[in-house]
């Protein structure tokens, strides 16, 4: 809980630095003795019924923010909001589940100048007030003068208007840079009677390119290349040994020789044994 109060002084701290100056829509201040309630004062929105007002408001910050939305609440009668009472917005605490941490003070109050043009459809604070008693308030609001914080309608009225004054100024220089630098431009680009010669000079000095002569077209048939006839019977990587052919005549006569050449032997044999 220390750590998030503290992160809400820093930032609350921070805010205060950057709106110690008025723009030209809206001024807050944080009070001197509670830094988590500020006072704030609002332009009505131009080219509407509260264009000309100035209205005077107080923001009660919780302990938790930028976590958690501010509460909103107008002390100055507007003919939109009522008096004294919190107003029900999407930036307020009345809805803090629309509520984003990135938003500041000046978001919140930029914010809530938008809506003066809304209807206010029976929402909490709200009122329906006509034309003419809007353009009333908003007249009668420079009369205006803060008890508590000290605040002169009118004062801060004329600080707004001298800041929507420095403001439109430096548009008008800006205005005035982009157009000199527009007519530095034109100066700067050459006309196209130059352009022209210049191309022309170009045109003069680059050396002509001769164009080579086409080469022969190249045959693009393709050669196709056909495969060898393949046998049908596949040849045998081992050469098999041909059949001896032996004529049946010599074979007889082959047995007949050596079968009288045994028995002679055997004969021979027999006798030499007696």
Same mark, same amino acid.
């Given at each position: 809980m220390? +750590?998030?109060r503290?992160a809400?002084? #820093? #930032?609350l701290?921070?805010? !205060?630095?950057?709106?110690?100056? =008025?723009?030209?829509?809206y001024?807050?201040? =944080?009070?001197? %003795?509670n830094?988590?309630e500020?006072?704030?004062t609002i #332009?009505? =929105? $131009?080219?509407?019924?509260?264009?000309g007002g100035?209205y005077h408001?107080?923001?009660?910050?919780p302990h @938790?923010?930028p976590?958690? *939305? $501010?509460?909103l609440?107008?002390?100055?009668?507007?003919?939109?909001f009522?008096t004294?009472?919190?107003i029900?917005?999407?930036?307020?605490?009345?809805?803090?589940?629309?509520?984003?941490?990135?938003?500041s003070i000046?978001t +919140?109050?930029?914010?809530?100048?938008?809506?003066?043009?809304?209807?206010?459809k029976?929402?909490?604070?709200?009122?329906?007030?006509?034309?003419?008693?809007?353009?009333?308030?908003?007249?009668?609001?420079?009369?205006?003068?803060?008890?508590?914080?000290?605040?002169?309608m009118k004062e801060?009225f004329?600080?707004?208007?001298?800041?929507?004054s420095?403001?439109?100024?430096?548009? %008008?220089?800006?205005?005035?840079?982009?157009?000199?630098?527009q007519?530095? %431009?034109?100066?700067?680009?050459?006309? @196209?009677?130059?352009?022209?010669?210049?191309?022309t000079t170009?045109?003069e000095?680059?050396?002509?390119?001769? *164009?080579e !002569?086409?080469?022969q077209?190249t045959?693009t +048939?393709?050669?196709?290349?056909? =495969?060898?006839p393949?046998?049908? #019977?596949p040849?045998?990587?081992?050469?098999?040994?041909? $059949?001896?052919?032996?004529?049946?005549?010599?074979?007889?006569l082959?047995?007949?020789?050596?079968?009288a050449?045994f028995? !002679?032997?055997?004969?021979?044999?027999?006798?030499?044994?007696?």
């Amino acid at each position: 809980m220390a +750590a998030t109060r503290s992160a809400g002084v #820093r #930032r609350l701290m921070r805010e !205060a630095s950057e709106l110690s100056q =008025p723009t030209d829509m809206y001024v807050a201040r =944080p009070l001197e %003795d509670n830094l988590f309630e500020w006072h704030f004062t609002i #332009r009505g =929105p $131009p080219d509407s019924a509260f264009e000309g007002g100035i209205y005077h408001g107080r923001i009660t910050l919780p302990h @938790d923010y930028p976590y958690k *939305p $501010p509460s909103l609440m107008l002390l100055t009668p507007t003919g939109r909001f009522e008096t004294n009472t919190k107003i029900c917005l999407s930036i307020s605490s009345y809805h803090p589940e629309t509520w984003l941490p990135s938003w500041s003070i000046g978001t +919140a109050l930029t914010a809530l100048i938008a809506f003066f043009e809304t209807p206010g459809k029976g929402a909490l604070g709200s009122l329906d007030c006509s034309d003419e008693q809007r353009k009333k308030f908003a007249k009668d609001s420079l009369k205006w003068k803060c008890s508590e914080c000290g605040c002169n309608m009118k004062e801060i009225f004329d600080l707004m208007q001298e800041q929507a004054s420095q403001n439109h100024a430096s548009g %008008d220089s800006v205005s005035n840079i982009q157009e000199t630098t527009q007519s530095d %431009d034109t100066l700067s680009k050459p006309s @196209d009677n130059s352009s022209s010669k210049l191309e022309t000079t170009e045109s003069e000095i680059k050396p002509q390119v001769i *164009p080579e !002569a086409p080469s022969q077209p190249t045959s693009t +048939a393709k050669t196709v290349i056909q =495969p060898e006839p393949v046998n049908s #019977r596949p040849q045998n990587l081992i050469q098999q040994p041909q $059949p001896v052919v032996v004529n049946s005549s010599s074979t007889g006569l082959l047995i007949f020789i050596f079968t009288a050449i045994f028995f !002679a032997l055997l004969c021979r044999r027999l006798i030499f044994m007696q």
